[in-house]
C-alpha cells in the first residue's frame, strides 16, 4: 500500500472510524487508528492491533512502540522494522513524539488551562493507577497540560470538553489524574464515573513526529464523533 493510494502526504486528518484504518504507511513505519475494544499490542486470545494489521493489510512484523488502553480509540505509529522500532522508540523516549487527546470529563477544570503532576502506582493485581504522595518502589511522577474547549450542561450535569497533552506515558494517566481531582472521564466507571456510554470518551486526537528515516515532520489527526463528542460545538478545535 503506497501513501499515494491513501491520498496523503505530510498530514492526515480523518473522521468518525469505527474499523482499523490505514493512515500511513512506507517501508518502515505504520500509521493507524485504532477502534475502541482493540489490544494495540499483541496478545493470543484478544482481538489486537498486531493481528489485525496482518491479517487486513498484510504487516508482518509489526512493532509495537507505545499504547492505548483496549478501552481508548485513536491514531497510534507502528515499526515495520526492528531498526524504525529502535528509533521510534529513541524519540519517544526524548519527548519527540507529541501526543495530543481529546476527553470528555464530568465537572470543569480549575482555570482554562493548566498542568497536573502527581506520582502514580499501578497495581497490576487489581489493573488500576493510583495517585499516591511519596515515592516508592513502582511510583512513578505523571506530567499533562490540558486546555478546556468548551463545558455544557447534560442531564444536570456539566461536561467539559478537553485537549490534553501527555508529558509522559503512564498507564491510566489520564484517567487517573482527572479523577483524583473528581472529574473522572464520562463512561469510565472504574475511576468513578456516575455517566453511563458505551466507551470512556477519551480519544488519541492527534500524533505530530518526525520521519524516524526521511526527517519529514508528520502529523495524523482523528475527530471522534461516537457519544459525548459529538455534543460539543468545538469538537473541531484540536484540528
Do not use: W
Request: with cysteine; proline share 5%.
Amino acid at each position: 500500500m503506497r501513501n499515494e493510494e491513501l491520498g496523503i502526504n505530510h498530514t492526515c486528518q480523518v473522521e468518525g472510524q469505527h474499523e482499523p484504518t490505514a493512515l500511513f504507511r512506507d517501508e518502515s513505519i505504520l500509521v493507524v487508528y485504532k477502534p475502541y475494544g482493540v489490544l494495540s499490542e499483541f496478545d493470543a486470545h484478544k482481538p489486537n492491533m498486531p493481528s489485525l494489521l496482518k491479517d487486513k493489510a498484510g504487516c508482518d512484523p509489526v512493532y509495537p512502540v507505545h499504547r492505548l488502553d483496549r478501552t481508548t480509540q485513536g491514531v497510534m505509529v507502528y515499526a515495520l522494522s526492528e531498526d524504525a522500532a529502535r528509533r521510534l522508540s529513541a524519540m519517544i523516549q526524548q519527548g519527540q513524539l507529541e501526543k495530543t487527546y481529546l476527553a470528555v470529563v464530568e465537572g470543569v477544570p480549575e482555570g482554562s488551562q493548566g498542568e497536573y503532576t502527581d506520582l502514580l502506582y499501578f497495581d497490576r493485581r487489581k489493573n488500576k493507577s493510583y495517585v499516591v504522595k511519596r515515592e516508592r518502589k513502582g511510583v512513578k511522577q505523571a506530567r499533562l497540560q490540558y486546555e478546556v474547549l468548551q463545558t455544557i450542561g447534560h442531564e444536570g450535569k456539566q461536561i467539559s470538553l478537553l485537549r490534553i497533552r501527555l508529558m509522559t506515558g503512564r498507564t491510566h494517566q489520564i484517567r487517573v489524574q482527572f479523577a483524583s481531582r473528581k472529574m473522572p472521564l464520562v463512561g469510565d466507571r472504574r475511576y468513578g464515573s456516575h455517566i453511563p456510554a458505551d466507551h470512556i470518551q477519551l480519544c488519541s486526537a492527534k500524533l505530530s513526529f518526525t520521519h524516524p528515516f526521511t526527517g519529514e515532520e508528520l502529523s495524523f489527526s482523528y475527530e471522534p464523533t461516537d457519544e459525548y463528542f459529538k455534543l460539543f460545538d468545538q469538537i473541531s478545535e484540536q484540528k
